[in-house]
């Protein structure tokens, strides 16, 4: 979890943060409330901006190595596919991973997609959670929204027990995880 302050007066920070925080809770929270992260569109997203960091290398290189007038068709090409990598990248996020800060499934197929968004000027947190069957019948799918203050000290430190406890809270799929564990006071588990 998030273990640094961070400044309480920007929303993308406080955001990004918690984002964070998210994947290692779900991933690490005892049987059979615990997802595995599926991390195929973090790896696609990888290797879209590392092609196109090493192709501008490349480049680079021919054109250090073999001078302007030999590697000119090179430049123009590696150039060209750069910016196709790179529109490609932005489409990804965009339109794919579209704020998804989660995706994940646990034995018998279960499937658990979060995305977070916040608005502009606004202290809330807001997630959209989607839990599915392996046969898509929908268990859940609800936006909810908590302002940062619930998890976030005035001094910006992260506390990741009443996050942990919104979680169980809203996620149905982790209803009961509070009492399961032992933890009759609400704090979530460690």
Request: glycine share 8%; hydrophobic share 40%; proline share 4%.
């Amino acid at each position: 979890m998030a273990s640094s302050k961070v400044p309480v007066y920007s929303v993308s920070e406080l955001k990004n943060a918690t984002d964070d925080a998210i994947t290692p809770y779900l991933t690490s929270i005892p049987n059979p409330y615990n997802f595995t992260a599926d991390n195929f569109k973090s790896n696609v997203r990888l290797i879209l901006g590392y092609a196109a960091v090493s192709i501008s290398g490349a480049s680079f290189y021919f054109e250090r190595q073999l001078g302007w007038k030999i590697s000119n068709l090179w430049t123009t090409v590696t150039v060209v596919a750069y910016f196709i990598l790179n529109l490609a990248l932005t489409l990804w996020i965009w339109l794919v991973e579209a704020g998804q800060v989660f995706e994940g499934s646990r034995e018998g197929g279960e499937k658990l997609q979060i995305s977070s968004s916040t608005k502009k000027h606004s202290p809330l947190y807001t997630l959209r959670i989607r839990h599915t069957s392996k046969s898509g019948a929908v268990f859940q799918d609800a936006t909810v929204s908590a302002p940062f203050s619930k998890w976030f000290s005035a001094d910006g430190a992260f506390h990741p027990e009443p996050f942990k406890h919104w979680l169980n809270s809203e996620i149905k799929a982790l209803k009961g995880l509070d009492l399961a564990s032992g933890d009759k006071g609400g704090e979530g588990t460690k």
